[in-house]
């Protein structure tokens, strides 16, 4: 893909981790420019809903960071402690050479293994998707929090028409305990048309 492409329709499709890992690769030199060229808004809305919410000065982590534009958004709401990991190498360099994180890792897919690191907050914006991580990931990064932690989210258009997505988020609020202290519908890429409910939930 290249800036003057519209956007891949297989970016909101079912497929495997090895597809995902090669669509992501081949598209990161690029990556920057296609989504900014359609007004890729989640990252800054998801940062500015969390930023009130958690204290900016203590160490956030950037789930799924990609080439870092989720870390720009969070230094840009006042977060000043940032870590980031993704699971995409050529991705993952691009994001380092930002400057933005204090940590940076290549993290295996459906693993996470924060326990030293004291977040109490994390944001994976663009992450948790249709064609992306699956919804089950939403465990994996609320078990890495401690209770009355923070996870801030986004379930784009085509996730919100999932079941397995938003089911899964009402099976967390509801037998899980967890609160959602956060939700709004805003854009996401507006020059495809499309938008995202921006999430957070506070762990229970």
């Known amino acids: ?87 995409t190498v050529e991705m993952l360099e691009l994001a380092r050479a930002k400057d933005i994180y204090r940590e940076i890792w290549l993290s295996a ?3 996470l293994d924060v326990s030293t690191k004291g977040y109490s907050a994390i944001l994976a914006a663009g992450v948790v998707s249709l064609g992306a991580a699956p919804p089950e990931t939403l465990d994996l990064l609320l078990a890495s929090l401690p209770a009355g932690g923070h996870l801030a989210f986004s379930f784009n258009d ?17 037998t899980g305990g967890h609160q959602i202290v956060f939700r709004d519908h805003g854009p996401h890429l507006p020059e495809k048309g499309m938008g995202s409910d921006v999430i957070i939930l506070r762990k229970a």
């Open 158 to 174: 085509p996730t919100l028409a999932d079941p397995g997505f938003t089911g899964h988020l009402e099976q967390l609020v509801g």
């Open 1 to 87: 893909m290249s800036s003057n492409d519209s956007l891949d329709p297989r970016l909101w499709k079912p497929r495997s981790i090895e597809e995902t890992l090669a669509l992501y690769r081949d598209w990161s030199g690029t990556y920057d420019a296609d989504v900014l060229a359609s007004g890729y808004a989640t990252p800054t809305r998801a940062a500015t809903a969390l930023a009130p919410l958690t204290d900016p000065t203590a160490p956030i982590l950037d789930f799924g960071c990609g080439t870092g534009l989720s870390g720009l958004a969070l230094r840009d709401a006042g977060f000043t402690t940032i870590d980031g990991t993704d699971i």
């Open 109 to 111: 897919p459906g693993k």
